[in-house]
């Protein structure tokens, strides 16, 4: 698609001399917007702000304009209007002075599949103008064993599954300490084990002084690891802030427990209790503005079998589901 011309740039400052501010917010837009030809919104007025040493979660399905988000902040493209600072710096002006701080994986890595995983690091590291060549090999094997790839080093990348390849990406993205790791849906095509592999990392990462921004559509993905969160939809920020903040806005699930799945829900709508869904051996509800106790009650009595009555905590898909009054795709 054709883009339309750029914002001007908000600075004259040469990049190649822009100091990094260590003070400054990680990222920062105000107003980001990004209009294509034909006059499709990708992003709409985004105003987002990721502090300093947080494991932010950049959420939204599908078509919400997380990834051309990403790219506008990567320099990879240019925002219709608006602003875009990483580590305090303009974007794309100042792209030569912050990328070096920033390790990157987006949209999956781009690999030369004739070349082994090491041979692939080794290229994209002699591209970096400031890394040291003189410890280019150790740092490679490093980055591949912390991604657990180095018994798979010298195997071409095109034999490499999708999980594979995604870990070499990653490894890409560590070759050198970043202030800022940008990871866009980095556990795509890994299994359970390396999935729970990546969030170690990525924890481990953020205690060292890394902030990391990820892009994911996996809920529970972003609940177990994030600090702090965003919530896209439809190319326009809806609503960020700490994850815990998030969840507490969003009212928990009433969960009966019992095998009369069927009179439970017949008794739960006559007491007036909304949204009630029946799954295998349990029973969900919006919680009733009244006394749980009087509906446990009237569930007994009319001779339910309840195993378990509660309250659950609210999750980050109930809050999503509070913000945007529909569900989260997590195909997306």
């Known amino acids: 698609?054709?883009?339309?011309p750029a914002a001007e740039a908000e600075s004259n400052d040469s990049p190649a001399r822009a100091a990094i501010d260590p003070e400054a917010p990680v990222i920062a837009t105000r107003a980001l917007t990004k209009r294509y030809r034909g006059g499709q919104l990708a992003v709409d007025g985004l105003d987002l702000t990721v502090p300093a040493g947080s494991v932010f979660g950049f959420l939204g399905p599908n078509g919400s304009g997380k990834t051309t988000t990403i790219r506008m902040l990567m320099g990879l493209i240019e925002p219709t209007s608006g602003s875009a600072r990483v580590l305090g710096q303009p974007m794309p002006r100042a792209t030569r002075?912050?990328?070096?701080?920033?390790?990157?994986?987006?949209?999956?890595?781009?690999?030369?599949?004739?070349?082994?995983?090491?041979d692939n690091l080794l290229r994209y590291d002699a591209a970096d103008p400031t890394?040291?060549?003189?410890?280019?090999?150790a740092r490679v094997a490093a980055a591949l064993d912390r991604v657990g790839l180095a018994a798979a080093a010298g195997k071409k990348a095109k034999a490499?599954?999708?999980?594979?390849?995604?870990?070499?990406?990653?490894?890409?993205?560590?070759?050198?300490?970043?202030r800022?790791?940008?990871?866009?849906?980095?556990?795509?095509?890994?299994d359970p084990q390396g999935m729970r592999e990546i969030r170690a990392l990525v924890r481990e990462l953020a205690s060292d002084g890394t902030t990391v921004f990820l892009s994911?559509?996996?809920?529970?993905?972003?609940?177990?690891?994030?600090?702090?969160?965003?919530?896209?939809?439809?190319?326009?920020?809806?609503?960020?802030?700490?994850?815990?903040?998030?969840v507490a806005g969003a009212r928990g699930r009433l969960v009966?427990?019992?095998?009369?799945?069927?009179?439970?829900?017949?008794?739960?709508?006559?007491?007036g209790v909304a949204d009630v869904v029946v799954e295998e051996n349990r029973v969900t509800a919006e919680p009733p503005d009244r006394e749980l106790s009087d509906v446990n009650a009237a569930l007994v009595t009319?001779?339910?079998?309840?195993?378990?009555?509660?309250?659950?905590?609210?999750?980050?898909?109930?809050?999503?589901?509070?913000l945007t009054g529909e569900g989260f795709d997590v195909a997306g």
């Not at 701080?101 to 995983?117: K, N, Q, W």
């Not at 890394?131 to 090999?137: G, L, M, V």
């Not at 390849?165 to 890409?172: D, I, P, S, T, W």
């Open 302 to 322: 009319a001779g339910v079998r309840v195993r378990g009555f509660g309250v659950e905590r609210a999750s980050l898909e109930d809050a999503f589901v509070a």
């Open 216 to 246: 994911s559509h996996l809920l529970d993905e972003i609940e177990q690891v994030c600090t702090h969160a965003a919530v896209m939809t439809q190319g326009r920020l809806i609503a960020q802030g700490a994850v815990g903040d998030l």
């Open 256 to 271: 009966v427990t019992t095998p009369d799945v069927t009179d439970a829900a017949r008794v739960l709508k006559e007491q």
């Open 97 to 118: 002075a912050v990328l070096p701080h920033v390790g990157a994986l987006i949209e999956g890595p781009a690999l030369y599949g004739f070349l082994s995983g090491r």
């Open 131 to 137: 890394a040291d060549p003189r410890t280019r090999r």
């Open 1 to 4: 698609m054709e883009e339309l």
């Open 160 to 178: 490499y599954s999708l999980g594979m390849k995604q870990r070499l990406g990653l490894a890409a993205a560590l070759l050198r300490p970043r």
């Open 180 to 190: 800022l790791l940008v990871l866009d849906e980095p556990t795509n095509g890994l």
